[in-house]
């Protein structure tokens, strides 16, 4: 067993274990609390450029599978846990994920007292972190932490958005099409949309309106992502050239602060952001809770009571997370635009906010009257 | 949607005697529900025949009735109370019938008594099978499945209807009576033989004559999920539960893990999508639910094996498990919160609407007692038979696992901590093939023998091979350790890391010459555990209570505390002679320090109300070990002393049962402080050379004994005392292992058997005083040597039989003044003698007018609640305080105690309480499918107690039968079989039963005696005489109401007559009396049911009758 440390940007230090790819590795230490769903997680490209802590005390136990990927690799750039399993078990597992993981190159750390470091973030914010299972010194991996770049101010989109177009094709009766600007979307996000019919055009994160109306889009989607919004300001633009068409709008996670920049609204860091599959968010029109997956390092700074009238009319906060009130969703009035800014297509987590997909696809389907039933619901 | 302004007065019930599948959990969920009714404004009545409960104290309900769970007595409650609801759905199955029954026969609709938290028709969907399978069936529609999202089978209500389905589903098959809990009555058939045993006593168990039979699922993984839903249908799952035993084992019975540790998401959401579908489709109305599911390893496939529409032990579970109270919030939703409305009480911050994560694991382990009865089937089926259970939790599996099993307080501490059982690889994959207590242990020695894990899971019909790989890496742990050169620092983090106690490693390496070795090095190399904190959401908000546990990590989150702190080691998990008494007595001295100290709790049981967060100031959830009490004891007095208090200023392990107690000469030994008894005055009393010295000089009586290692010794003192003798191993609680032996022969037997007997743990052998009457004392004695006598009990069964499974009277019937001064004499002397500081048992026994010592125990006793509610004096909490120095007379003066006078000198109109053990022959049968015999002995079998308590003995006897057994007949016929020297003390009583107009029905011998004392009765064969009418089918067919039957003295024939009258009662579900005066007492049971004017009363004003400046 190979010895690794953890360095984090303010000196803290863990010991462990190397687990999966021996050598070093740099980003932004994150925890999240998901108690299954591992392999989702890892694969999720929103957590590119960080080093993900597992609360979860042992991670490995059903292995991989071909099925469960949310991407087509791993893109957390550092695996943080507490006991790797020794063995998987489960009908669908093929393959360990300490080989995955080491087969992927991707440099992880076992053994690690994760409570710790998880409390440790949860007071002092998410921060930079080293992980080497090659540096013997704390002091030099430090050093080399410092060096790297923040969180805040980070354009990744293009690093994970898909190099070309593809298509998803709808799942029986095709009823209309989107087109998906990939700025690190989840598979998970078309297969939901192909289950009620929709076909999804998924294009790259620096494509124009002109890309979007030329697949024939009824409508456009803003997928999850990485990074800072701020410097999402390709995307803004589009999601205002989008809503000036009244072309019917979706957004989930980074495609909510998107959505929210668009607006006029400015978007802020969490401390330690919202990284889990139990955070309940409550959705207003109906006043009902449910238990959804986030992950979130930024959130939308709008005004949570009453509407705001922006330059695209009223807008009005539809969802917020009951822990924190942190703005969890926003619905224009004036125009065909609602997103989240967690994940209803889950992968992992529950399925609670299934149902924003069908919202979407009435939205599509039917503007005028979703408008007013949200209008008179939220009211 | 806040909190319902209509509801002003809401009516509780709780869940009974502890029975084998019901246990404490009702007393926690019960409690917790009483607290927030009463806190959010409401007037709480409640009803509940267990006194050794917390909920049942006066001050946790505005009225308090112990009173029989019976739809008669309930209805009188409500008569007298009114309440405008009834929440039913926290006393477990009990408190869920008797509310169907209410609502079936009228009664609540009569006294306009709406139910909430539960609505008639879900709980039937919940229930029954039937309708539960379509509910599955559109529950699954609903989210689009198809298949069979349950077992293929079919609901029969007659043996033919049985065979018919089996003929078609194919033999095994699992058999499921309908409207029965803890599962009793099921059971898996593989032979046409076994079938008809199962399904028929199925039949006769269901109160609808219903059972379920279903294709089988043996070998499945078995999942369960904790659900809560409110009025506005928010859902959340509160807690995943993974059985490590497959499908066929009752997941009461099982090792259960949680959160689940084999599912991957995918899996998990829909195991969780199908769950919330169902819970909408039956429709429960607000409150927690518990579902249970099974998915083929295979592949996959999921199907639903059934629902509990209300707070269940799982759900008690869950709760410890995660932090997240759900008895207390399905009160409040009951009464119209939302779950977005209530805050989560640990967070403080964020709402109790989102689902617990956990960052740690979570193993339960069932504890077993069948040893208590030799003649029944150990083999673990769909039947429950565990009689309590321990939790642990780790930062892993084998560190909750090992703590789990080091927890059980069995003669195995862990892994390789007892001898070997099996000895190979083959012998050990042999016993896995049929599911028994311990069978991790088998898990364990098949793989250390050289079995694959795959053969492990084959052999065991399917433990997931995850679990058994985290067992075989516990082996290769073992072989590491066996074969280092040293144990050094890296090995020893590695294997505390793995959860392995200083004993395993003691054990492993003889260099250490035991634990105490162990921990030495331990500490000198500073390999301590820290403290985690139980949190509901893996560290992302912090954590405003203090509910820790204890794991070889780095960081420690105890927060430092200048109080002064009380540590109060609890009792473990449950098991006959040790229950839920002495949680009571742990939780009552906690309430008695709170405030003056920091208290702070150590135990290990999830069904408690010690091991509720709310209970003491801090909770620590850890084995009751010397190595992990010691851990816990230093980490509070380490960070009290830094923080500039005084540390931890006492340990109280004089309530917690016989657990603490054993710990406490250890924990004195190693500078712990010891508060109240010392432990050497303890050893004064527990060992019996001590002790009869103590006797003898004070000149007190006792019956003449001795102590013997081998046959000769025993049989000397034999001749010299005389037959009957009594034998006993030293050192026992509930009487493990006590005989009365008559003769040579059977003398030679038990010493034979007892194969522990060494000259550190000789057998007692004490002269049996037959016929004698039994008074058990509870006594207070403070540090200046004042006694307070608490009550004085007469038991209504002649001494012989365990104090525990005795019925006895408070004040006592019989006893005259000369009596009780004499009682009270010696129970001074004894106090003094010993030295106690606290509580004091002692057990009498009169005969010939003599007053005769037959043991004292310087602790709580199993009485402690039931004679608090008698007397209206809290003695747990006074002993807490006396323990810390408070004297008799502070108590008294501060009204805790008396202020003049004790519960030796009760006013002459004190209202009469009387206590009935509750015995689970019911539960067990033998290989063969056979009862076991119900007789009792000075072993204790009894698993909980109920009280009945009125103005008048007879009317309080009838309530704790009603209580304990269902009411006492008024009319019908009565069997009589008596053995010889019995008949003339049996004339009296039956000629009253005849006059009282009973048909009464006896075998040839005891009809004899009867007529010619003009009791006319029909004679009857016993069942070997084999005549048309015989005892037992009469008693089978229902004819029979109630049989009176005491044991024969000898002969092969006659003792197994006895018993097949009396297994046949058991069954039947009547009464059986199987003492004269146990018969003596029923007739003035009956008599009082006759006469038409039982009544019912609130504790509060049955307390104000002895102390009238309470009613002020």
């Given at each position: 067993m190979t010895?690794?440390?953890?360095?984090?940007?303010?000196?803290?230090?863990?010991?462990?274990?190397?687990?999966?790819?021996?050598?070093?590795?740099?980003?932004?230490?994150?925890?999240?609390?998901?108690?299954?769903?591992?392999?989702?997680?890892?694969?999720?490209?929103?957590?590119?450029?960080?080093?993900?802590?597992?609360?979860?005390?042992?991670?490995?136990?059903?292995?991989?599978?071909?099925?469960?990927?949310?991407?087509?690799?791993?893109?957390?750039?550092?695996?943080?846990?507490?006991?790797?399993?020794?063995?998987?078990?489960?009908?669908?597992?093929?393959?360990?994920?300490?080989?995955r993981l080491a087969r992927s190159g991707v440099v992880g750390i076992s053994g690690v007292d994760t409570r710790a470091l998880t409390r440790h973030l949860r007071e002092r914010g998410a921060m930079r972190v080293g992980v080497s299972s090659v540096e013997r010194d704390p002091q030099a991996l430090l050093a080399r932490v410092l060096e790297q770049p923040q969180m805040t101010g980070a354009d990744l989109s293009l690093e994970v958005s898909t190099p070309e177009a593809y298509t998803v094709d709808a799942v029986g009766e095709h009823?209309?099409?989107?087109?998906?600007?990939?700025?690190?979307?989840?598979?998970?996000?078309?297969?939901?949309?192909?289950?009620?019919?929709?076909?999804?055009?998924?294009?790259?994160?620096?494509?124009?309106?002109?890309?979007?109306?030329?697949?024939?889009?009824?409508?456009?989607?803003?997928?999850?992502?990485?990074?800072?919004?701020?410097?999402?300001?390709?995307?803004?633009?589009?999601?205002?050239?989008?809503?000036?068409?009244?072309?019917?709008?979706?957004?989930?996670?980074?495609?909510?602060?998107?959505?929210?920049?668009?607006?006029?609204?400015?978007?802020?860091?969490?401390?330690?952001?919202?990284?889990?599959?139990?955070?309940?968010?409550?959705?207003?029109?109906?006043?009902?809770?449910?238990?959804?997956?986030?992950?979130?390092?930024?959130?939308?700074?709008?005004?949570?009571?009453?509407?705001?009238?922006?330059?695209?009319?009223?807008?009005?906060?539809?969802?917020v997370c009951l822990n924190d009130n942190v703005v969890e969703g926003l619905r224009a009035l004036d125009v065909p635009a609602f997103t989240v800014q967690y994940h209803p297509e889950a992968a992992a987590g529950p399925h609670d906010a299934d149902y924003l997909f069908d919202r979407f696809v009435e939205l599509v389907e039917r503007p005028g009257q979703v408008r007013k039933q949200l209008i008179n619901g939220g009211k | 949607m806040p909190k319902r302004t209509d509801l002003k007065h809401v009516m509780v019930i709780g869940s009974g005697p502890i029975v084998i599948g019901q246990a404490c959990e009702f007393d926690y969920s019960g409690t917790q529900a009483c607290q927030v009714l009463r806190s959010e404004g409401l007037r709480v009545s409640l009803v509940n025949s267990n006194p050794a409960t917390i909920m049942t104290d006066p001050e946790f309900a505005d009225a308090t009735y112990i009173e029989p769970i019976t739809p008669e007595f309930v209805e009188k409650v409500i008569a007298a109370e009114r309440p405008d609801a009834l929440l039913p759905t926290l006393g477990g199955q009990t408190a869920l019938n008797t509310a169907v029954a209410l609502y079936e026969s009228g009664v609540l609709e009569k006294y306009g008594v709406e139910l909430i938290g539960a609505d008639i028709e879900a709980i039937r969907r919940g229930e029954d099978r039937q309708l539960f399978k379509g509910v599955v069936a559109k529950a699954g529609a609903r989210l689009g499945l198809t298949g069979d999202l349950v077992p293929r089978s079919r609901v029969c209500h007659s043996m033919d209807e049985v065979r018919d389905t089996v003929a078609e589903l194919g033999l095994p098959v699992v058999i499921r009576p309908s409207f029965t809990m803890g599962g009793l009555g099921s059971g898996m058939a593989h032979t046409p033989e076994q079938l008809d045993l199962i399904a028929g006593s199925g039949l006769a168990a269901s109160p609808v004559t219903e059972v379920l039979i279903e294709e089988s699922v043996l070998g499945w993984k078995e999942y369960e999920l904790e659900l809560m839903r409110d009025k506005h249908d928010n859902v959340v799952v509160i807690c995943s539960i993974e059985n490590i035993d497959p499908m066929g084992v009752h997941t009461g019975d099982s090792v259960t893990v949680a959160p689940a540790m084999t599912l991957t998401d995918r899996e998990y959401q829909e195991m969780r999508d199908l769950g919330i579908a169902v819970l909408r489709e039956v429709g429960v109305d607000t409150g927690g639910c518990n579902i249970q599911f099974a998915?083929?390893?295979?592949?996959?496939?999921?199907?639903?094996?059934?629902?509990?529409?209300?707070?269940?032990?799982?759900?008690?579970?869950?709760?410890k498990a995660t932090g997240f109270p759900i008895a207390k919030i399905a009160a409040k939703l009951a009464i119209g919160y939302t779950l977005d409305e209530i805050p989560n009480d640990i967070t403080l911050k964020t709402p109790a609407a989102f689902e617990p994560t956990l960052d740690y694991v979570v193993v339960k382990i069932p504890r077993f007692a069948f040893e208590k009865f030799p003649g029944a089937d150990p083999e673990l089926t769909t039947t429950m038979k565990s009689v309590g259970e321990a939790m642990s939790l780790g930062r892993n599996f084998p560190e909750a696992l090992n703590k789990a099993m080091r927890s059980m307080e069995t003669k195995a501490a862990g892994f390789w901590t007892a001898p070997d059982r099996f000895g190979s690889a083959e012998e050990a994959l042999h016993a896995l093939r049929t599911p028994h207590d311990g069978r991790l242990y088998a898990v364990e020695e098949a793989l250390r023998h050289g079995a694959t894990v795959a053969q492990v899971t084959a052999a065991s019909g399917g433990i997931d091979p995850w679990f058994v790989d985290q067992i075989l890496g516990l082996v290769e742990l073992r072989a590491e350790i066996l074969d280092a050169p040293v144990v050094d620092l890296r090995l020893l983090r590695k294997a505390k890391r793995a959860g392995l106690s200083d004993r395993q490693l003691a054990a492993l390496r003889p260099e250490f010459a035991g634990?105490?070795?162990?921990?030495?090095?331990?500490?000198r190399l500073g390999v301590r555990p820290v403290y985690k904190t139980v949190d509901t959401c893996a560290a992302e908000f912090a954590a405003a209570t203090p509910y820790h546990y204890s794991s070889y990590d780095e960081e420690t989150e105890v927060a430092p505390s200048a109080r002064p702190k009380v540590l109060i080691l609890g009792s473990g998990p449950n098991r006959i002679g040790q229950g839920i008494e002495f949680d009571y007595s742990c939780v009552h001295a906690v309430m008695a320090l709170k405030g003056r100290y920091e208290t702070v709790m150590v135990n290990c049981n999830p069904e408690t109300v010690s091991t509720d967060y709310?209970?003491?100031?801090?909770?620590?959830?850890?084995?009751?070990?010397?190595?992990?009490?010691?851990?816990?004891?230093?980490?509070?007095?380490?960070?009290?002393?830094?923080?500039?208090?005084?540390?931890?200023?006492?340990v109280i392990v004089q309530l917690g049962g016989q657990t603490p107690l054993g710990l406490a000469q250890r924990l004195k030994n190693a500078g712990v402080p010891i508060v109240g008894t010392s432990p050497e005055s303890i050893h004064l009393a527990e060992e019996r050379g001590a002790f009869g010295r103590v006797l003898a000089e004070a000149g007190l009586r006792a019956p003449a004994h001795g102590t013997a290692i081998s046959y000769e010794d025993a049989k000397h003192i034999a001749d010299e005392v005389g037959y009957p003798v009594l034998v006993r191993p030293s050192y026992v609680l509930g009487g493990r292992g006590m005989e009365i032996v008559y003769d040579d022969a059977t003398l030679r037997d038990y010493i034979t058997r007892a194969t522990d007997i060494s000259p550190e743990h000789p057998v007692l052998v004490d002269r049996f005083l037959d016929d004698a009457i039994e008074i058990d004392v509870d006594a207070l004695c403070d540090a200046d040597g004042n006694v307070y006598i608490g009550g004085v009990m007469e038991h209504i069964e002649e001494a012989g039989i365990h104090s525990g499974d005795s019925a006895c009277a408070l004040p006592p019937i019989t006893l005259g003044?000369?009596?009780?001064?004499?009682?009270?004499?010696?129970?001074?002397?004894?106090?003094?003698?010993?030295?106690?500081?606290?509580?004091l048992n002692v057990q009498y026994a009169l005969k010939d007018d003599m007053l005769y010592v037959l043991e004292a125990n310087p602790r709580a006793s199993r009485t402690v609640p039931f004679v608090s509610k008698a007397t209206a004096v809290p003695l747990a909490k006074a002993a807490a305080r006396i323990m810390l120095g408070a004297t008799i007379a502070e108590l008294r003066a501060e009204g805790m105690l008396?202020?003049?006078?004790?519960?030796?000198?009760?006013?002459?109109?004190?209202?009469?309480?009387?206590?009935?053990?509750?015995?689970?022959f019911k539960?067990?049968?033998?290989?063969?499918?056979?009862?076991?015999?119900?007789?009792?002995?000075?072993?204790?079998?009894?698993?909980?107690e109920v009280m009945g308590i009125d103005m008048a003995f007879g009317h309080s006897f009838a309530k704790s039968q009603a209580a304990a057994y269902g009411m006492l007949p008024t009319s019908g016929k009565i069997f009589v079989s008596v053995a010889n020297r019995d008949k003339r003390g049996m004339i009296f009583p039956i000629k009253r039963l005849a006059d009282l107009g009973f048909e009464i029905v006896a075998t040839v011998g005891t009809g004899e005696v009867l007529r010619r004392h003009g009791i006319v009765c029909e004679v009857v064969g016993k069942h070997s005489e084999d005549a048309d009418r015989d005892a037992v089918s009469l008693i089978a067919s229902g004819e029979v109401k109630m049989v009176i039957n005491t044991p024969q003295g000898s002969g092969a024939k006659a003792r197994s007559d006895g018993y097949e009258i009396r297994s046949a009662a058991v069954s039947a579900d009547i009464p059986c009396c199987t003492t004269v005066p146990g018969a003596a007492a029923a007739v003035m049971g009956i008599e009082a049911l006759i006469r038409g004017d039982m009544t019912v009363r609130p504790l509060q004003h049955l307390h104000a009758v002895i102390r009238p400046e309470l009613s002020a």
């Open positions: 010895d690794a440390i953890l360095v984090l940007e303010d000196g803290r230090v863990f010991r462990g274990e190397s687990y999966g790819s021996v050598g070093e590795t740099f980003g932004e230490a994150v925890f999240t609390t998901g108690m299954t769903g591992y392999q989702e997680t890892l694969t999720d490209p929103s957590y590119h450029r960080q080093v993900v802590v597992q609360t979860a005390p042992h991670i490995g136990n059903t292995g991989v599978n071909d099925e469960d990927d949310e991407s087509d690799r791993i893109w957390v750039a550092g695996y943080v846990v507490r006991d790797p399993a020794r063995v998987p078990s489960n009908w669908r597992s093929t393959e360990d994920l300490a080989t009823r209309f099409t989107v087109a998906a600007l990939d700025l690190g979307i989840k598979r998970n996000v078309p297969r939901r949309l192909a289950a009620r019919g929709v076909t999804t055009h998924v294009l790259p994160a620096n494509s124009t309106l002109g890309d979007l109306l030329s697949v024939g889009a009824d409508a456009v989607f803003f997928s999850p992502g990485p990074g800072d919004p701020a410097t999402a300001d390709h995307a803004v633009m589009l999601a205002q050239e989008v809503m000036k068409r009244s072309m019917p709008l979706f957004g989930i996670c980074f495609g909510s602060q998107i959505l929210g920049r668009a607006l006029g609204f400015g978007t802020y860091k969490l401390g330690y952001g919202h990284r889990g599959i139990n955070q309940p968010v409550m959705d207003r029109t109906t006043g009902k809770v449910e238990v959804t997956s986030h992950n979130h390092g930024f959130a939308v700074d709008a005004p949570l009571d009453g509407v705001a009238d922006t330059a695209f009319g009223r807008v009005e906060v539809s969802h | 998915i083929n390893p295979e592949n996959g496939r999921i199907v639903v094996i059934e629902m509990n529409p209300r707070v269940s032990r799982s759900s008690a579970l869950a709760s634990e105490d070795g162990v921990r030495i090095l331990r500490h709310d209970t003491a100031d801090r909770l620590y959830f850890e084995p009751l070990t010397f190595e992990d009490v010691l851990e816990v004891v230093h980490v509070e007095h380490s960070t009290g002393v830094a923080a500039g208090g005084p540390g931890v200023v006492g003044g000369r009596h009780l001064d004499i009682v009270r004499e010696y129970t001074e002397a004894i106090a003094r003698g010993v030295g106690v500081q606290g509580l008396l202020a003049t006078g004790d519960g030796g000198l009760l006013p002459e109109n004190s209202p009469v309480a009387v206590k009935e053990a509750v015995l689970p539960r067990f049968r033998t290989p063969a499918g056979k009862g076991v015999d119900t007789l009792l002995s000075p072993e204790m079998k009894s698993t909980g």
